[in-house]
């Protein structure tokens, strides 16, 4: 059996929790078996989860795990996926699945690959791809364990509704008491955060200064997309340090990213080469970001900007 | 404190990437190899800065080859202590997590350090392995972390779109983000001092491989970029919508 574990903000299960059934769907496809999810703490709509290919949600309804500790977890999922017997456990690649999954793998003592992208084959034994050597290679692993840890990153498959609302039953697991004292959560509220965004309009240094943000603000408005921005531009605090992506920012896997004014710095493409479709604006045609790029503008970002807003404004007019 | 920082190897991100004939391996010829930048900037200076507050010690781990030497001679050289090198080429993130726990376990250190992730493989695995063995908290994504008493820290920790913000008693494993402290710079002295700090080579512990990589392949070649005139915002937006279907 393949046992996800659907991670929930506030007791509501959004993208990254259906990204991963639907992963834990087509794994236990190929390995003829069921799916079956896991919720942890408060879980609304935990019964959408069938829709994605989950044949039961396991609920752990414990108020304690509203607040949560990668330690306390790992027990209870542990505990869960051993009364179940999960042959696979699927985590999704975020700050929560990270926690979680490594200490898995040590309590489990099973196989475990972080931020996998393809479903796994099971020809000649277990095997499973992921992005290596930021984005420029493919590596394959084999794991033989008889239990096996994956977690798989944002945006590498689009959740496809294939089944029904789940029916909800309760596990029965002792909840520990947990030794990390969580004082305040703040999340930004109203916009997709980054590593879960579908479309992103980045800026860099070619802005000039933070003056100048309201284009790019404008266009991502209008798009409906996230902003974010080159490293520079984050260390002299033009921009929050949250936005900046690359390799020592957070990388991303947009279906559209559009880059203005960066020259695409092999640290700043390392962060966002697995965006599906890439725009690069920039003055200077010889940028390296163009090789990069699916479609490039070679233009002033003060002009092309805004007369990208007003089309795309007229193109969701037209769409009505 | 008794602070213990990984550090880890990675080949520079702007290094070309060549693969051995079987693609198993990469091929080393060539390839730059620097201490992982989570590991130098953020983790081991941090761990100096609360040695310097609070007094003890600052020791290194590796586990990998005697070619790791070079990149633990640099974190010896930017202020650490001593370095422990436990004598095994890894072939999975758990087996290095293990050689780590096994090592801490005798030595009762009151935080290990780690980097967010490596910058290679981004695994951002072997922190909450290393937690899981020797039984303690591990905070990932650390951009913040203050001890006035080196019992209780208090953390800010990165999540999507946002923060958190924890308190937690030593012992503790953490992993190090951006802003947790500032890149230092070996000086002259440092590099020199660094020579005759001691820098231990351990046997590993047995431990079996249970995930292990078979092969590399190189990422589909992309195709050539479709050029659009800046006065013509219209058609980049139709292309998107009916050829790029991402809009
Ligand atoms: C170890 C290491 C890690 C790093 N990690 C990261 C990382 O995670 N993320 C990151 O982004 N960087 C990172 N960097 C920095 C990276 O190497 C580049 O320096 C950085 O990405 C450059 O940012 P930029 O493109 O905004 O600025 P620049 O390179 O200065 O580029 C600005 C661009 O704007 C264009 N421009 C200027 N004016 C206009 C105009 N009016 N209209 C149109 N275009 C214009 C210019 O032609 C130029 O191409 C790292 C570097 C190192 C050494
Ligand atoms: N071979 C190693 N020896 C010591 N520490 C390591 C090693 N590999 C990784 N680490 C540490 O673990 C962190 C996270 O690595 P990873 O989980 O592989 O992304 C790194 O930033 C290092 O601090």
Avoid at chain 1, 174 to 199: D, F, N, Q
Avoid at chain 2, 41 to 48: G, S
Avoid at chain 2, 123 to 143: K, N, R, V
Wanted: proline share 4%; hydrophobic share 45%.
């Amino acid at each position: 059996m393949v046992l996800v574990f659907a991670e929930s903000q506030k007791g509501n299960f959004k993208k990254t929790a259906f990204e991963a059934v639907t992963y834990g769907y087509k794994t236990a496809q190929v390995l003829g078996t069921e799916c079956v999810a896991l919720a942890l703490g408060s879980a609304n709509n935990a019964a959408d989860l069938g829709l994605y290919g989950a044949s039961k949600v396991l609920h752990v309804a414990d108020a304690a795990l509203d607040q949560f500790d990668g330690q306390v977890y790992a027990k209870v999922i542990a505990e869960v996926s051993q009364q179940v017997g999960a042959k696979v456990i699927v985590l999704s690649h975020t700050s929560t699945g990270k926690a979680i999954h490594g200490r898995l793998a040590a309590r489990l003592d099973a196989g475990s690959v972080a931020g996998v992208n393809s479903i796994p084959t099971v020809d000649g034994g277990f095997k499973v791809k992921k992005g290596v050597f930021s984005g420029k290679a493919i590596a394959e692993y084999a794991i033989n364990s008889d239990v096996k840890i994956l977690s798989v990153m944002g945006n590498s498959l689009q959740p496809a509704i294939v089944g029904s609302p789940a029916a909800i039953e309760a596990a029965n697991v002792a909840v520990p008491a947990s030794r990390v004292k969580v004082k305040s959560v703040s999340r930004i509220e109203g916009i997709v955060p980054l590593p879960e965004a579908e479309l992103v309009v980045s800026a860099g240094r070619g802005m000039k200064g933070p003056e100048n943000w309201g284009i790019v603000e404008d266009l991502a408005n209008t798009l409906g997309a996230t902003t974010a921005c080159s490293r520079p531009v984050a260390d002299v605090h033009w921009r929050p340090h949250h936005e900046h992506v690359g390799q020592t920012g957070i990388a991303i896997r947009p279906n559209l990213y559009i880059a203005i004014g960066i020259s695409g710095a092999i640290q700043h493409f390392a962060g966002v080469n697995n965006s599906k479709t890439i725009v690069v604006i920039n003055k200077d045609p010889e940028a390296p970001f163009f090789k990069a790029a699916d479609y490039g503008v070679v233009g002033d970002l003060f002009e092309v900007v805004p007369q990208l807003t007003e089309a795309v404004k007229k193109f969701k007019a037209a769409q009505g | 404190m008794k602070l213990l920082v990984c550090v880890s190897k990675t080949p520079d991100t702007t290094t070309k990437i060549v693969f051995n004939a079987s693609k198993t391996e990469l091929d080393a010829n060539g390839v730059q190899y620097i201490m992982n930048p989570y590991d130098e900037w953020y983790a081991l200076v941090r761990a100096l800065e609360l040695k310097e507050a609070l007094g003890g010690t600052v020791t290194l781990i590796n586990v990998g080859p005697a070619d790791n030497d070079q990149v633990i001679r640099k974190g010896l050289a930017i202020g650490a202590d001593d370095a422990v090198r436990i004598d095994l080429n890894p072939q999975s993130a758990l087996s290095v997590a293990f050689q780590i726990a096994e090592y801490a376990r005798q030595e009762n250190y009151d935080i290990i350090l780690l980097g967010k992730e490596t910058i290679d493989y981004n695994g951002s695995e072997i922190g909450a392995m290393i937690a899981e063995y020797l039984d303690q908290p591990f905070i990932s994504y650390a951009s913040k972390l203050d001890t006035s008493d080196g019992k209780t820290a208090s953390i800010q920790r990165d999540i999507e779109g946002g923060m958190e913000e924890l308190e937690v008693d030593t012992p503790f494993v953490v992993s190090a983000a951006k802003g947790l402290a500032e890149q230092r710079i070996p000086n002259m002295k440092g590099i020199m001092m660094a020579k005759s700090k001691s820098l231990k080579v351990v046997a590993p512990a047995a431990f079996e491989d249970k995930a292990v990589t078979v092969q590399y392949t190189l990422p589909p070649a992309k195709s050539a970029v479709k050029m659009i005139a800046p006065d013509n915002m219209e058609e980049l937006v139709k292309l998107l919508h009916e050829e790029a279907k991402v809009i």
